[in-house]
């Protein structure tokens, strides 16, 4: 398994603003990848990101309103853009330990209101 | 795509008691299902997983099954404790450059002491 933190653990936001999340596992992985629950939904993908390549982004979601940096093999930011209060959500960042494994771990995730 | 659909959304059982979920997936490329448990504020835990080659797996008191020909799964929780509670989410994922997961809609199981 891996251990996986995030940063915020939660905010508050205003309309229009973007708001940056960080997620830092403790050991090197391939894959990373960005979900979205909203409250009381299942997990829907946002993006895979990938250490040196540009993020693979899942069909309704685009880089312009979802950027997300992966600098290194432990590391990966999601920022969301222009906030609106439709972007209330949890978001988490996963991670796959090692290519082939198939297992994904998950962090706590990130708690946003936007008002 | 893939379509997980997750039955019961809720389910409330006396400690003790047995709990199964069962899902369903679409595509028959699917070829590896993981079980997560899912404690309020805190982000999704892998408890249990099956692959296509295998028909059942069991882990204490937590096992799985898994009908290839029926595309469908389920996860049996025996001995059920107050700390079972939580949602669950079944999920299947497909092979390719990477294993995109696509979750069910979670089940709320509720163990009451």
């Known amino acids: 398994s891996a251990v996986i933190s995030q940063k915020p653990s939660r905010d508050i936001c205003q309309r229009g603003t973007s708001l940056t999340i960080q997620c830092q596992v403790d050991s090197q992985v391939t894959m990373m990848f960005w979900y979205r629950q909203q409250p009381g939904q299942s997990l829907t993908l946002i993006a895979t990101?990938?250490?040196?390549?540009?993020?693979?982004?899942e069909s309704g979601f685009v880089i312009d309103k979802f950027p997300i940096s992966r600098p290194n093999l432990t590391f990966s930011t999601l920022t969301v853009s222009n906030m609106s209060p439709e972007d209330s959500s949890i978001y988490l960042c996963?991670?796959?330990?090692?290519?082939?494994?198939?297992?994904?771990?998950f962090g706590p995730g990130t708690r946003l209101t936007v008002l | 795509g893939e379509n997980v659909e997750q039955h019961p959304s809720t389910l409330s059982v006396q400690e003790g008691d047995s709990a199964v979920i069962k899902c369903t997936y679409s595509?028959?490329?699917?070829?590896?299902f993981p079980w997560y448990k899912q404690e309020l504020g805190k982000g999704p835990q892998l408890i249990i997983d099956?692959?296509?080659?295998?028909g059942e797996k069991k882990d204490q008191r937590i096992a799985v099954t898994l009908n290839k020909t029926a595309k469908h799964f389920s996860l049996h929780i025996t001995e059920t404790q107050p700390e079972d509670s939580a949602v669950y989410f079944c999920a299947a994922s497909q092979p390719g450059g990477y294993q995109k997961v696509t979750f069910g809609t979670g089940t709320k199981l509720q163990v009451i002491p």
């Open positions: 595509d028959s490329a699917s070829n590896y």
């Open positions: 990101a990938n250490q040196g390549s540009e993020a693979t982004y």
């Open positions: 099956i692959r296509s080659n295998v």
């Open positions: 996963s991670v796959e330990t090692w290519t082939g494994s198939d297992e994904q771990f």
